[in-house]
Nanobody, 114 residues
Framework: QVQFVESGGGLVQPGGSLRLSCAASGFTFSSAIMSWFRQAPGKERQLVASITSSGRNTNYADSVKGRFTISRDNAKNTVDLQMDSLKPEDTAVYYC???????WGQGTQVIVSS
C-alpha cells in the first residue's frame, strides 16, 4: 500500500538549517508529483513546496521561497526538503504527500526556538 515515512525533524535555533527526507513506497514514485505540507498547532495544514515527477519544476509557498529547497531522487524513491534560515514560524509537523493519494504519513516535528 501507499506509504510515506518522514524523517529529519528536530529542534533548531532561529537561522539554522534542517534537511527533511521522505521515503515513499507502494506506487510508481517516478510518475508522481510530490509535495511537502506542514501543520502548525491550531492551524490548518498548508502546502509548503511541490516538485514535478521529473524534478525539473518546483514551486513554493511565499513564506518559504528563497529559504527552502525541494528535491527528489527517483532512483531511491525519496523526496527531501532543505530548510535554511529557519524562523520560529516554521515550527510545525511536516508531511510529504503525493496529491493523487489520500494517504498521509506520521510526519516529522520541526521546532525552531532559541
Amino acid at each position: 500500500q501507499v506509504q510515506f515515512v518522514e524523517s529529519g525533524g528536530g529542534l533548531v535555533q532561529p537561522g539554522g538549517s534542517l534537511r527533511l527526507s521522505c521515503a515513499a513506497s507502494g506506487f510508481t514514485f517516478s510518475s508522481a508529483i510530490m509535495s511537502w505540507f506542514r501543520q502548525a498547532p491550531g492551524k490548518e495544514r498548508q502546502l509548503v513546496a511541490s516538485i514535478t515527477s521529473s524534478g525539473r519544476n518546483t514551486n513554493y509557498a511565499d513564506s518559504v521561497k528563497g529559504r527552502f529547497t525541494i528535491s527528489r531522487d527517483n532512483a531511491k524513491n525519496t523526496v527531501d526538503l532543505q530548510m535554511d534560515s529557519l524562523k520560529p514560524e516554521d515550527t510545525a509537523v511536516y508531511y510529504c504527500h503525493a496529491p493523487r493519494f489520500q494517504t498521509w504519513g506520521q510526519g516529522t516535528q520541526v521546532i525552531v526556538s532559541s
